[in-house]
């Protein structure tokens, strides 16, 4: 047996919880968006989120990225407080909607993250890819010059994952990035995804309304319930990765789906 340390490793550790949240609640007013969440999420994990509409799936996301207070309860981001975590760059959002500057090439609204922690004199973490590299990795190799009316919205979507990874964000934080696109654009993005996921090590945390998409993304599944947003289960997918789009013909994928459905009836 070894001997206990006596030497506190803590700091050179990395933190093993991405985020960490005990009995925490949101209220908007009288409104409670969500109640009594306590939840875990290890690093580099991907957990999807589903659940009736309205139940906080984007409450939740706002909350762990700072957009929101925590009306009781705890949460830590990285072991910080989310305002911690919000200023060293720790996490990075990807909405529905890209939101890129129509004015700037591909690439020049990948380099924004940067320039902006520059002209604020801030020191952030920078990722070991350049934005060029970047680009390359989520598939537009080639497309750094052209402006965002150019690129489709499949294109507009990957340009905003790369900005998201620009300053090496340790968790993603994904509110229905691909809910507008079309079946055969998200399926590739999926893949897409899960490369960039297994190649970056990034915890992600990935919002979404297709039961299909949550499983086959997914280790772990929330399903929240409504009226008041509450954790309903954690339903743990145990599908071997790589993942491949055919993995959903599989019996043991629509049986998750299945699964996931029923308990999706009853939230
Ligand atoms: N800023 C806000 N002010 C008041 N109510 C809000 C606000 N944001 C969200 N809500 C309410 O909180 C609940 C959860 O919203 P949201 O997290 O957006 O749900 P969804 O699961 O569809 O993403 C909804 O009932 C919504 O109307
Ligand atoms: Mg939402």
């Known amino acids: ?31 409670t968006a969500i109640e009594y969440l306590t939840l875990d999420i290890e690093r ?12 906080g799936k984007s409450t939740l996301l706002r909350l762990i990225s700072d957009l929101i207070p925590c009306a009781s309860g705890d949460l830590t981001v990285l072991g910080k407080t989310t305002e911690e975590a919000r200023l060293a760059r720790e996490f990075a ?5 890209a939101a890129l500057l129509p004015w700037r090439t591909a690439l020049q609204n990948v380099e924004l993250p940067l320039e902006m922690g520059r002209k604020r004199g801030v020191n952030i973490p920078v990722s070991d890819k350049t934005p060029t590299e970047l680009l390359d990795l989520v598939g537009l190799k080639g ?14 979507q990957r340009v905003a994952i790369a900005r998201a990874l620009v300053c090496k964000p340790k968790l993603l934080l994904m509110d229905e990035p691909f809910g507008a696109l079309d079946e055969i654009t998200r399926d ?23 039961i299909p998409e949550a499983v086959f993304l997914g280790q772990k599944v929330l399903m929240l319930q409504a009226h008041p947003g509450r954790l309903r ?14 993995i959903r013909d599989t019996q043991e994928f629509t049986k998750y789906t299945a699964r996931l459905r029923e308990l999706l009836e009853t939230c």
């Open 143 to 156: 497309r750094e010059n052209a402006l965002p009316h150019e690129l489709s919205g499949g294109m507009r």
């Open 1 to 31: 047996m070894h001997t206990v340390s006596h030497i506190d490793q803590s700091a050179t550790r990395p933190t093993p919880v991405a985020a960490s949240l005990k009995d925490a609640s949101v209220k908007f007013g009288t409104f």
């Open 44 to 55: 580099g994990s991907f957990y999807t989120i589903l659940g009736p509409s309205g139940c």
């Open 93 to 97: 959002f990807v909405f529905q909607d």
């Open 233 to 246: 289960e954690v339903v743990d997918i145990d599908l071997p990765y790589p993942r491949e789009i055919k």
């Open 188 to 210: 590739h993005l999926n893949l897409q995804l899960l490369r960039i996921w297994e190649e970056t090590g990034v915890t992600i945390l990935f919002v979404t309304h297709s």
